[in-house]
């Protein structure tokens, strides 16, 4: 018999809810995206985010529903963003969700962000173990292997900024409006890499630091103004992005080899970054590794990933009673 899991998603500034067949199979999502509203303001705002969730959940729920042509009797599980996020924004989510899984007596599932991000892509391809992660978002930068299903390794992870982070921050520098990510990843396509910035924190760990790179392209900015020299964005982009690809793609790679893996994914908004998909590909290819990236619309925030991971928790019997509260922060495990 199959599984279907409603998952609802409201982490940070997208309200979602999707119905995942089986952990593979997407037959709704639905994600209303507020980002035009945070636009106006340089960034998300959380109180905002909060009320936009509170005014969307039902809606996006309903919808999910309806295009999936089911109703709440067929569902077998409800899944839920429960952390990390905004604490406001994931709470209209968990409320939600508590409330369904009461009112229709359906099993509670828990679902850390990143693990969503990661089971983005089991709706591609069903995961082939062991396999190493990339985890790449505006909060995280890590390496995971996984042994098996749930079963998260960290082998290293971000210093200071995620690697999103520093994408949004940099985009403020050179006048680029929010998103910064998808933006200066557009820019960096149109220009040459011909500022010389630093590879960051290029040691045998596999941990990554983006903050020294970040504060080069700051200082970089600042002293070509103070000399009255014109910057060139673009090119700035495209310095900056060599690096900050150079950097994931060397440790991922080291990664692969002295664990002896050959099964790679990518998760996270910044799975979605062109220059980084197209070296990731390239050197899959030469070291005959398999490459999984999320579809586009997949990679950032979405609740048909959090259906995926839901399932995979429900089979390992991970169920949370009506106490369960969301957490702003949380270590995947
Ligand atoms: O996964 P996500 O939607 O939210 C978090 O869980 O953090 O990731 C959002 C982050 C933002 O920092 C955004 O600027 C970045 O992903 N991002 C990108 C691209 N698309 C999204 N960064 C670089 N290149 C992109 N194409
Ligand atoms: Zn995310």
Redesign the pocket.
């Given at each position: 018999m199959s599984t279907y899991i409603l998952a609802i998603e409201t982490?940070?500034d997208e309200t979602s809810a999707s119905i995942i067949k089986d952990g593979h199979t997407e037959l709704s999502t639905v994600i209303l995206s507020q980002m035009d509203t945070h636009a106006n303001y340089g960034g998300v705002v959380p109180e905002i985010a909060s009320r936009m969730h509170v005014e969307n959940i039902t809606l996006v729920i309903d919808e999910a529903l309806k295009k999936a042509n089911m109703t709440m009797d067929d569902i077998t599980a409800i899944a839920v963003t429960y952390g990390p996020g905004l604490i406001g924004s994931l709470l209209i989510g968990l409320m939600a969700a508590k409330t369904l899984a009461f009112v229709y007596n359906k099993p509670l599932i828990p679902v850390h962000?990143i693990a969503g991000?990661i089971y983005a892509n089991n709706l591609v391809k069903p995961l082939s173990f062991p396999l190493i992660t990339l985890v790449v978002?505006?909060?995280?930068t890590e390496l995971i292997y996984m042994k098996e299903d749930y079963s998260f390794e960290k082998l290293g992870g971000t210093l200071d900024d995620?690697v999103?982070?520093a994408?949004?921050k940099i985009a403020r520098v050179i006048n680029v409006p929010y998103?910064?990510?998808?933006l200066?990843?557009k820019l960096a396509h149109n220009g040459k890499d011909t500022y010389s910035l630093p590879l960051p924190l290029d040691d045998n760990s596999y941990n990554f630091s983006f903050s020294g790179l970040k504060s080069a392209v700051i200082n970089l900015v600042h002293n070509e103004k103070q000399r009255g020299n014109e910057i060139i964005p673009a090119n700035i982009a495209a310095s900056f992005q060599n690096k900050v690809v150079e950097i994931l793609t060397k440790k991922t790679m080291k990664a692969l080899q002295n664990y002896d893996v050959n099964n790679l994914i990518v998760a996270?908004?910044?799975a979605?970054?062109?220059g980084l998909r197209e070296r990731l590909t390239e050197l899959c290819d030469q070291n005959n590794v398999n490459l999984i990236i999320p579809d586009l619309n997949y990679?950032?925030?979405n609740a048909a990933m959090i259906g995926a991971a839901g399932y995979y928790a429900y089979k390992l019997g991970r169920i949370a009673d009506l106490n369960l509260n969301a957490k702003a922060n949380d270590e995947l495990k």
């Open positions: 982490s940070c962000h991000h978002s505006g909060g995280h995620a999103g982070e994408y949004d998103p910064g990510g998808p200066v990843d996270g908004g910044v979605a970054n062109r990679c950032t925030d």
